[in-house]
């Protein structure tokens, strides 16, 4: 995001002043959701964030650093996108309900709702229904406002009502319902994808897009724009079930291979949560991020490695469901703030 240069910085004491009360409200959040863990018998834990590989989904980018040893040999890292593949380490080792509130770091990512630093909350249950996780983030939300003195999560002139039930929708459903796209007709039996069936479609409807775009990328074009402004609306929206293309991390779902276990959770039209099923099978998880490796060759001219220890630990991990929210998303809706750097207390310079 591009700041006006007349803008009184962040730091200014009159500038200050406004923002505290909103700072303060991030932290009666932030504790709430700490008792809460405790009251759940969480652990929290904190990974560290600089990693072997930063994640291996196509169109998440991260920043790259260099590791200087005590011999001078110097080694690429990166800054983690997501603590996922240390948490589930934690998982193999025999943890079953973990917690992490610390900061990510994504590049080509700033805006009213982005960050490229920012606060994540991540946590896991081992044994448990990735459905359970609904539940989680419907509680959460309720929390996050009483915490900050209100009743609803607020965007502008759009509300949400944390403490009715939220609605459920699958992606399918969601994408016939608003853009008028049958997402099926454009799958097989076993979840490969045509970009050809669903430009098609975008045509008829009447959304623009551009040659040579991916079917993931058309997927994402017809989100942003048709549908994720509906969701969220007087209530929680969980938008569930997504093609197993879109879903590098999450199990399929059983008997349906097209579809995964994955969902994200919205208020207002903001996307606040995104959680799964998660995928156990090394050998499958292996297969798909080269698949999207291949991916983001092909759109950005980069990839990052696969981390191989991840992979081992990966044997070892037992079945469980996680997710990750955005922290300073939350905060933002549930103080009415109108840009996410207003909740953070040292934006990014």
Not at 43 to 60: M, T, Y
Not at 176 to 182: E, F, H, P, S, T
Request: aromatic content about 8%; overall charge negative; some cysteine.
């Amino acid at each position: 995001m591009t700041r006006n240069a007349s803008e009184t910085p962040w730091w200014h004491p009159s500038r200050h002043a406004d923002r505290r009360p909103v700072l303060l409200a991030r932290g009666r959040i932030a504790s709430a959701l700490r008792r809460w863990f405790e009251a759940e018998d969480f652990l929290e834990v904190d990974p560290s964030a600089l990693q072997v590989s930063p994640g291996n989904e196509a169109h998440l980018h991260a920043f790259r650093t260099t590791l200087i040893g005590e011999d001078g040999a110097a080694r690429e890292m990166y800054l983690h996108t997501s603590p996922e593949f240390a948490m589930k380490r934690l998982l193999a080792a025999g943890e079953t309900r973990i917690f992490s509130l610390g900061h990510v770091w994504r590049n080509r990512e700033r805006g009213q709702r982005h960050s490229p630093e920012f606060t994540m909350l991540e946590w896991y249950r081992v044994g448990a229904d990735y459905t359970r996780l609904m539940e989680d983030i419907a509680a959460w939300a309720q929390l996050a406002v009483q915490a900050a003195g209100t009743s609803m999560l607020r965007k502008g002139d759009l509300s949400c009502d944390p403490a009715l039930p939220f609605e459920r929708l699958s992606v399918l459903d969601a994408f016939a319902r608003y853009a008028g796209i049958d997402l099926a007709a454009t799958m097989d039996a076993r979840g490969a994808t045509s970009a050809a069936a669903l430009a098609a479609q975008m045509d008829h409807q009447g959304i623009s897009h551009m040659a040579g775009e991916s079917w993931s990328d058309l997927f994402s074009r017809i989100l942003s724009e048709r549908v994720e402004q509906h969701l969220g609306q007087g209530r929680l929206t969980v938008l569930d079930l997504y093609p197993a293309a879109e879903a590098a991390l999450a199990r399929r779902v059983p008997g349906d291979p097209r579809l995964a276990e994955r969902f994200e959770v919205y208020a207002c039209g903001v996307e606040l949560a995104n959680g799964f099923g998660e995928l156990t099978d090394a050998d499958e998880q292996r297969l798909r991020f080269q698949e999207e490796m291949a991916i983001k060759r092909a759109t950005y001219g980069e990839d990052y490695p696969i981390d191989e220890d991840f992979l081992a630990a990966l044997r070892l991990m037992p079945d469980a469901a996680g997710c990750a929210l955005g922290f300073d998303r939350l905060v933002m809706l549930a103080t009415a703030a109108p840009r996410v750097e207003d909740v953070i207390w040292v934006p990014v310079g």
